[in-house]
């Protein structure tokens, strides 16, 4: 849901069954407001995202002819081989490439559809390029969780549908975690496997 503002988001969470407020929804949209405000503060970037997470990046400069970065938001919809190209040509001259994750995948209707880490992949692969990951499982991801949580560790419960980013991974090991199972895959070292929202919200309540 990374593509959704702060209280839709928290809409969504309130209806199965889980209190949130849009002040403590925290995603790879913020990490990356942050890595770029902290590293490319008043430098120019190309900015490839979906139309209702583009307010929140009005105050960055862009530049269509030479970027400083190219920032690779959840527009899968829009990618084409003429964006692909144009971004290739940003990173030949130097430009440096952010992402908001590098998922191949998401679910859509129940079904796997192409994510845009597809392509960010497909853009490292290409230029020999390492993308900067602003999003799961990147540690600066939960790093931020964290401080805005201020709680530690023990008291932080991981939930996830996506085991690459959600339930792999370093940063994510000392946590305790649910995986979300929505598909059929093998089992995981998880606290607890749920299969679906309403169990979710049941286990949570519980």
Known sequence: MTGHARDDIAAFLEGIGIEAYASEVHTSVDASLRYIDENYFGKAGFLVLPEPLKARFSHIETSETSPDFVLIGDNYDEFNNKLLDRIYLYLQQGSSLITFHKNVYC???????????????????ATGLEACVTGKPSPMFFELAMKSLDLPKSQILV????????????????????WLALENSK???????????????????S
Do not use: P
């Not at 679910?107 to 853009?123: E, P, V």
């Not at 939930?159 to 649910?178: C, P, W």
């Open 107 to 125: 679910f859509k209707d129940g079904k796997r559809h192409l994510d845009s880490g597809a392509y960010t992949r497909l853009l490292e692969d």
């Open 159 to 178: 939930i996830g549908d996506d085991v690459e980013t959600d339930i792999l991974g370093d940063k994510i090991a000392n946590f305790n975690q649910f």
């Open 187 to 205: 089992a995981f070292n998880c606290t607890q496997v749920i299969q679906n929202q309403a169990s979710l919200s049941k286990t949570l309540a």
